[in-house]
């Protein structure tokens, strides 16, 4: 049975697959230069590279790694793209979060298999993609969106790449105005004003939960961290940024590259305490 069978019938691989190729499944072209092309596998489909043809029946049945050549002998070899890969070919509406963003909210959000997470806004679905991954198949996200045709585009990139998760529930919802999913292990918050959010994660997060927000500027981060403060109820209050430097090696060339993506956002982390019972000091 293909991806878009199991999809139809509500399976989903949030586990990437193994094994040969199959139509349904998107994978990702990569040329002798690095190019790479996002595309859908489909019985009888042709890719057009550069004026060559590659039809996709020549990969699917394949393994991953393969080389395939189009009609002008032009090279490249094909996989299924990892979830930063897909991040950054899909189609977008919003603004995606970068992978190196992704991981270090992940991470230091703590998001663990089983975990009952809420998100906002869903935007093209890239941190979406990243806490469904992350919970796996026993727990839970909920990612709120306020604007329809940016959860049309996420839906979409969701879909294509892990079918139809049971563990999410996308709602047209506006975060401002409450967290009608609760109680939840832990918040990512992706949206211009998250300090709006404060007095509502107070509410939904559970003892211990972890709220994580990303925002562009300085003064959104600020905003963020005292509103934290005020509200008494969060602990542990860190603001931090992702440098990612690659670099070059190649013979005497062993050097960082001369680009990097200089500056994407700040995240920043808190610990929501527990309510102190009546009589013991705060
Ligand atoms: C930068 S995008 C999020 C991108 C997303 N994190 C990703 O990686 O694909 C911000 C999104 O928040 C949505 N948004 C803004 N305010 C919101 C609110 N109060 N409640 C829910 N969503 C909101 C916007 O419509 C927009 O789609």
Redesign the pocket.
């Known amino acids: 049975v293909g991806p878009r069978a199991r999809h139809a019938s509500g399976e989903h691989h949030l586990t990437v697959r193994a094994g040969p190729l199959a139509a349904g499944e998107v994978v990702l072209l990569v040329d002798r230069r690095g190019r790479r092309y996002l595309i859908t596998l489909a019985a009888g489909g042709v890719h057009d590279l550069r004026g060559g043809r590659i039809p996709h029946d020549v990969m699917i049945g394949r393994d991953e790694g393969s080389a395939v050549e189009s009609s002008r002998g032009e090279r490249v070899r094909v996989f299924r793209p990892t979830l930063a890969e897909f991040v950054l070919e899909m189609p977008r509406?919003?603004?995606?979060?970068y992978p190196k963003d992704l991981a270090m909210m992940a991470l230091w959000g703590d998001v663990y298999p089983g975990a009952a997470v809420v998100e906002?806004?869903?935007?093209?679905?890239?941190?979406t993609m990243t806490l469904l991954r992350a919970v796996g198949v026993a727990g839970r996200v909920f990612s709120?969106?306020?604007?329809e045709d940016?959860a049309r585009q996420?839906r979409r990139n969701i879909t294509r790449l892990m079918g139809e998760p049971d563990t999410l529930t996308l709602r047209a919802?506006?975060?401002?105005d409450g967290i009608p999913d609760a109680p939840m292990d832990r918040l990512l918050l992706?949206?211009?004003e998250p300090w709006r959010v404060v007095p509502h994660a107070a509410e939904a997060l559970r003892p211990g939960g972890i709220w994580v927000s990303y925002v562009p500027t300085v003064p959104q981060a600020a905003q963020t961290v005292e509103t934290l403060r005020a509200a008494r109820a969060f602990v542990l209050i860190d603001t931090f940024e992702t440098l990612l430097r690659p670099w070059n090696i190649e013979g005497l060339s062993v050097r960082p590259a001369h680009r990097m993506v200089a500056h994407t956002g700040l995240i920043t982390t808190a610990r929501r305490i527990a309510a102190t019972p009546a009589g013991e000091p705060s």
């Open positions: 509406g919003a603004q995606v979060i906002a806004g869903t935007g093209s679905g890239a941190l709120y969106e306020i604007r940016f996420a919802h506006d975060i401002y992706d949206l211009p």
